[in-house]
Each structure stands twice: as C-alpha cells, then as structure tokens.
C-alpha cells in the first residue's frame, strides 16, 4: 500500500509577495473597471457641453435654421453619442445583483467571470459610442461649414 504524503514547506517572502499580488489581481479587477466607468461617465457628460460651446464658438449653431434635416441631425448627433456613452457607462458601473454560495469557490469564480465579461461589454459599448462621437464632431469641424 502506497501513503500519499504531503510535503509543506515554508513561505518564502517572494512566495508570500506573489500569494499577496495574485490575491490583489483577483479581487481588485472589477473595481479598476468601475473606476474607469466612473472617470468615463465624467468624461462623455463633459464633452456635451464643451461640443456645444465649440458649434457656438465656431458659428455653425446659428446658421443651423437654415440647414437642411440631415444635416441639422449631424450636427447634433455627435451630443447625443456622448450621452449615450454616458449611459452606458453608467450601465457599466452600477454593480450586477445576484447571489452567490461562498460555500461553492466555482460559483465563485463563474460569477466572477461573468460580472468581469458583462461590465467589459458594457465599457466597449460606451467606448465605441464616444469614439463615435468624438469622429463626429471633428467631421463637424473639418468637413461641413
């Protein structure tokens, strides 16, 4: 009969440093996503205003009566892409709700994985609405008037 045998050792302090880096990496990785949504929502709120200013700034507010539709709704489409990457950021950062069992480390870990995968969606989503909007207003600028 064969004894399994289990050998311990002692930390060492670079084990222990890499225990404590990995540890902060798993718990730390959906606040640094919240972090950046909220650094995010900021941004995107604060471009609508600056945006605005620059159409006033630059005259083309004021000959927008005189335009036609399409081009009236591109003029106005760059603000509304940074609201909506404000909202989806917002999305992005509210935590999702559910139960897990502390009990179960793969339920754990999935919930992990899923929480992780939902909120990197929802960064892209808002990511991609804002470049949108930032394309648009410097085709504002640079191609209409």
Request: hydrophobic share 55%; proline share 5%.
């Amino acid at each position: 009969m064969s004894e399994d045998r289990v050998v311990v050792r002692t930390l060492t302090p670079h084990t222990r440093a890499l225990y404590e880096a990995g540890k902060k990496l798993i718990v730390d990785s959906a606040d640094v996503g919240r972090e950046f949504c909220k650094f995010m929502i900021t941004t995107s709120i604060g471009a609508i205003p600056i945006y605005l200013a620059l159409l006033e700034f630059s005259g083309i507010k004021a000959a927008m009566p005189t335009l036609a539709f399409w081009p009236r709704v591109l003029l106005w489409s760059p603000a509304l892409c940074f609201t909506l990457a404000a909202l989806l950021f917002m999305v992005g950062y509210f935590p999702k709700t559910g139960e897990i069992s502390l009990d179960i480390v793969e339920e754990i870990v999935a919930q992990r994985e899923r929480l992780l995968t939902r909120q990197m969606q929802w960064i892209m989503m808002a990511t991609t609405a804002l470049m949108i909007g930032i394309l648009g207003s410097v085709f504002t600028f640079f191609l209409l008037p």
